[in-house]
Structures are given as structure tokens and as C-alpha cells.
């Protein structure tokens, strides 16, 4: 059964970059897309971005400016990174498995708040 | 940029059928999917490709997606399935959720 973990420090400074990683266990990263996506509190679902194994990203294209999404296929991991942060950035950080055009298995998501 | 619409809310008594709709230009030319969001727990996909149903998802979750509607229905509507609900399509490479849908069952 695959699960996916977020991890990464779950305070940022306004301006700092946010780093997140998203371990998968219980099936090879070097199958399907793995995506990023986050939700601020009380709102609603806002995608950020995809990677394959190979390194293919794809961002959405309001965030693109400042999204990194990168992939450690010997770990078994990916990871997230955003710049410049602002207290619009706080939201639940979830990592997600794209499986076709459906997100079929979530993380349990991670507070991320942007403040000083 | 895309956008999939919503009604913020729905109410349905227990044991009717709740049909949530999700509206965008030419949404019924793209898959569409459906997600449940219980309070502070992470979405669960119920409906991909617009009408599919990923194992574990009861039988009274159906979808459907024509023009430009796709909607969720839930038969037999029962007090756990109140939760928040997102559609959620591709676009040009991007994938935009619908804002949400709170169900509610009373």
C-alpha cells in the first residue's frame, strides 16, 4: 500500500524559502507523476506543481516564479521548495500521487505558517 | 485561467440523493474528478474520469460530465458523507480544482 510523508519545518519567515520533502513508500517513485498541492486555512485546494521521475516539472503558472520541484529517485523522495514566501504562502502542504488525471493517494499534509 | 465553479453549499436529508455540480467551459470535453475532504483530514479521490470509481468508494458515489456540468451524485445520502467535495480537471497541463462544496446532511 503507498503512503506518502511531507516533512520540513513547519515555520517560514516571511521572504525565506520554504522547503518540503515528500517520501513515498510501498511503490517506486520512478512510476506515475508526483505533485504538490496546498490549501490555505479555510479555503480551498490550489495545485503547485508536478514532477516525474525523470525530471519533468510542470508548474502552475501563477506560482512558477518562485516553485522548484525537484526528485531524489535513490531515496525515493521529491521535494518542494518556494521563494520568497509572504503570509499568503501559509497552508496545509500536501504531496500527492497522480495517477492518470486524478490525484489518487494523498499525504497527510503539513502546516506550513509564513511568519516572523 | 480555468475555472471550475461550485455552489458553496448543498443540503440533503439522510437517504436522499445530493447532486453537487461543477461548471467550466467545455468541462464535459475533459475528465473530470471528484474529491471528499472530511474536517481536518486529507481529500479522498471518489470519482475519476468522470464517472469511475477507485476501489473502497461506495456504490452511491456516481459522476457524470456532459457540456459544460459535471456532476456527483450520492444516492442514499448518509451522515458521513458530509464533508467538503472538489471537482478537479486539467487544462492545458495545469490541474484546477472547483472551490469546493460543503455537504451537508439534515
Known amino acids: 500500500q503507498v503512503q506518502l510523508q511531507e516533512s520540513g519545518p513547519g515555520l517560514v519567515k516571511p521572504s525565506e524559502t520554504l522547503s518540503l520533502t515528500c517520501t513515498v513508500s510501498g511503490d517506486s517513485i520512478s512510476t506515475y507523476y508526483w505533485s504538490w498541492i496546498r490549501q490555505p486555512p479555510e479555503k480551498g485546494l490550489e495545485w503547485i506543481g508536478y514532477?516525474?521521475?525523470?525530471?519533468?516539472?510542470n508548474y502552475n503558472p501563477s506560482l512558477k516564479s518562485r516553485v522548484t520541484i525537484s526528485v531524489d529517485t535513490s531515496k525515493n523522495r521529491f521535494s518542494l521548495r518556494l521563494s520568497s514566501v509572504t503570509a499568503a504562502d501559509t497552508a496545509v502542504y500536501y504531496c500527492a500521487r497522480r495517477a492518470g488525471d486524478a490525484f489518487d493517494v494523498w499525504g497527510q499534509g503539513t502546516m506550513v505558517t509564513v511568519s516572523s | 485561467s480555468y475555472e471550475l465553479t461550485q455552489p458553496p453549499s448543498v443540503s440533503v436529508s439522510p437517504g436522499q440523493t445530493a447532486s453537487i455540480t461543477c461548471s467550466g467551459d467545455?468541462?464535459?470535453?475533459?475528465?473530470a474528478c471528484w474529491y471528499q475532504q472530511k474536517p481536518g483530514q486529507s481529500p479522498v479521490l471518489v470519482i475519476y474520469q468522470d464517472s469511475k470509481r477507485p476501489s473502497g468508494i461506495p456504490e452511491r458515489f456516481s459522476g457524470s460530465n456532459s457540456g459544460s456540468t459535471a456532476t456527483l451524485t450520492i444516492s442514499g445520502t448518509q451522515a458521513m458523507d458530509e464533508a467538503d467535495y472538489y471537482c478537479?480537471?486539467?487544462?492545458?497541463?495545469?490541474?484546477?480544482f472547483g472551490g469546493g462544496t460543503k455537504l451537508t446532511v439534515l
Open positions: 514532477i516525474y521521475y525523470t525530471g519533468s516539472t
Open positions: 467545455k468541462l464535459g470535453d475533459k475528465y
Open positions: 478537479q480537471a486539467w487544462e492545458s497541463g495545469t490541474a484546477e
